[in-house]
């Protein structure tokens, strides 16, 4: 993690902020109960990250509506977005808490373990090679999901995060993806995505 | 909702109690943004009283957990589970903040309503007719997928709730169903579901 940055003023739209917030923090959730049922600690780490970000967010957020209230009309429109910007906050918090036991290497109990199989689809966290088939491909032309069974859920380019990616976007080296799917689907990415397969329904690397 | 009752302790299992707690966190999230997007009244009272169930679960679990440890080696083993357990509790929280707020008339501001519009599927709540064409019908004779692009993630019978139902289930009068899916296609189930109209795909009710 990276050492604590003093929070400053910046007037990003209130919009973008709580979107982004509201579309982490579902990710967040669904990584962290990966990270337990995997016993995952690059996804449990992820999702620090991301709780960082989210907690980033939410100072910004509340010091650009409390200066967008000017009487106590403003501030009663405004209220409901702090709460709600709170509320995703706290779900951030939840899947951290989660994380946080995996970091800790708090044994996943196996109640945990039965409690989230039901997951019929699995989670993966994959770092992109280079000499991947995936390299410098859209997500269109790739077509994960008809043929594999697998849909990209997050991609990460370093430090910025594209959540639910449309079919135009690119896979370069080093990004990180986040896939669901079917357990055999997402093994098959993941073998692609490190580069140990380059068979993609027939489809071959030169 | 309903008086708050005195907690006692039962014997239910911890498994049973903390895959319920996580599959209703999730559905409240939905629940909670859905009802901020349309201003429902219904959902967000939804939401409070799945909060009521998820609290009485997390008191349950606690002490369950706490008579379940003998030592310090069954408390550490038991930790992560309520840990997790506090997590959800957690989320459940966050939903029901957000859902409050509709029920509190404190209006949705529209920088809430174009966070939460990306969001390309809706979610109805309909209580079942009697007449309805959908009654004492399973889920699977319906198909709603494959007609109509919608999926019933939840059913309420009175108290009780079925996430994720199996095709196997059956609707019965007075059922509260929970649906996601293409605007269209909410619409259409829910003029199914009162019973204003009885056309599913060319399918009639006698």
């Known amino acids: 993690m990276s ?7 910046r007037p990003i739209s ?8 509201k579309d ?3 990710i967040m959730i669904d990584l962290a109960y990966s990270a337990a049922l ?12 991301l709780e960082e970000r989210v907690d980033y967010l939410t100072y910004i957020l509340h010091m650009n509506i409390m200066l967008a209230a000017r009487d106590a009309e403003d501030a009663e429109q405004l209220v409901g977005i ?12 939840a899947a951290a808490d989660i994380a946080s036991l995996v970091l800790k290497n708090i044994g996943v109990h196996p109640i945990i373990r039965e409690a989230f199989e039901k997951m019929e689809e699995h989670l993966i966290r994959a770092r992109v090679n280079p000499k991947s088939i995936l390299f ?11 043929r594999i ?29 986040f896939a669901r799917g079917a357990p055999l689907g997402v093994d ?19």
């Open 3 to 9: 050492e604590p940055e003093a929070i400053k003023y």
């Open 14 to 21: 209130v919009r973008n902020a709580l979107t982004e917030m």
């Open 24 to 26: 982490l923090s579902e």
């Open 38 to 49: 995997f016993h995952s600690q690059d996804l449990a780490e992820e999702v620090l990250e």
């Open 82 to 93: 702090a709460t709600v910007a709170s509320a995703t906050n706290e779900i951030s918090d």
């Open 136 to 146: 410098q491909r859209k997500l269109k032309d790739l077509d994960l999901a008809a």
């Open 149 to 177: 069974g697998v849909d990209i859920i997050a991609i990460r380019k370093g430090k910025k995060w594209i959540i639910d990616p449309t079919d135009e976007e690119d896979i370069d080296g080093g990004d990180i993806i």
């Open 188 to 206: 098959k990415l993941y073998s692609l995505a490190i580069g140990l397969s380059d068979e993609l329904d027939g489809e071959k690397s030169e």
